[in-house]
């Protein structure tokens, strides 16, 4: 994999957990967090999205059924602290100062 292509998957994963970090009971789908990538300027396809989360889960970032059609994610206190830059994972982007 080529170094801007890593870091393009490390600020998704860092953004799809600051999403969820930001809004109501950390919950978001998987069709939002699609759109909000875009938003962000890290175009993504759905299976691109569903394979991030897919390795969110694996770490213990955030949960899901994946075997509903519906894919609805809830992020973990785990994955709430690394989108709030209070821990670190080698495989995602460290999160910035806010002010």
Known sequence: MTDYAETLRKHRRLAILRHLEAIP???GNASIL??????LGLPVSRDQVVTELAWLKEQGFVTFDSSA???VVIATARGVDIARGLATHPDIQRPGPRR
């Not at 699609?34 to 938003?39: A, I």
């Open 25 to 27: 009971e950390y919950t």
């Open 34 to 39: 699609q759109d909000v990538l875009r938003g």
């Open 69 to 71: 059609d519906f894919v």
